[in-house]
């Protein structure tokens, strides 16, 4: 591994997955084990990199009045809450088991992004209670995988038939806490790797900048999520090779 190539991936990464909404831990985490960083220390590096490129990519939504609050506040509040229990339950389970709860998490993200036309939803009368379940399973995930819970957020609200754009910013919000909640767990267990957290710092935020401007103006967020939902498959294929060799 060298620190270059971090940086690199980092940066192209975030601006492919802030594009979405969808914080780019969910890649980086399973790349940075294939590199040699272990998985206790790359959980944490891919929150922090999560909580820089969303907190880019969410300046750039309110700038643009593109953030909905009341929308995302239920979602938010049960993902922040759950984010640091799953970092602390990390501790206790066997690293294979988290691996293969990776790749299920990167089929279910992936085939959603692909596959799932959304319909258009004719009420938001209950999205309390549908925004507080998908936080709250996306929040404990998040930190026992250390991806932040993007991966859920994002093709569940799509799923439910809201605007892919309005999604894309309440997930950039959401995944920002829960990253932040679960980064902050992370470091009061002793885990974290102080220069590769400085090293992809600057990029991760870079990235996140560009790939919400590329979605707000240049780019159809159907064709982001397709790209999205190949590469989740190829990472999934990677690990579930790792897993079983």
Known sequence: MTYLELVLI???????????GVGSAIAIVPIMGWLGVPLMTAKPAGLFINTLSMLSATLKNIKHGKLDHRFGLPILILATSMAPIGAYASKFIPKVYVLWVFVAFLLYSGTMMIFFKPKKRESNENHVIEGSLIGGIAGFLGGLLGVGGGGIISPALIMLGYEPKKVAATTALVVFFSSLSGFVTYLGMGTLN??????????????????????????????????????????ALKTLLMVMG
């Open 194 to 235: 102080w220069k590769l957290l400085l090293w992809v710092s600057i990029p991760a935020i870079a990235g996140g900048w560009l790939g919400t401007h590329l979605m707000h103006f240049k780019m159809s967020s159907e064709h982001v999520k397709k790209v999205i939902g190949v590469i989740m498959y190829l990472i």
């Open 10 to 20: 980092a940066f192209i990464l975030s601006v492919i997955f802030s594009i979405g």
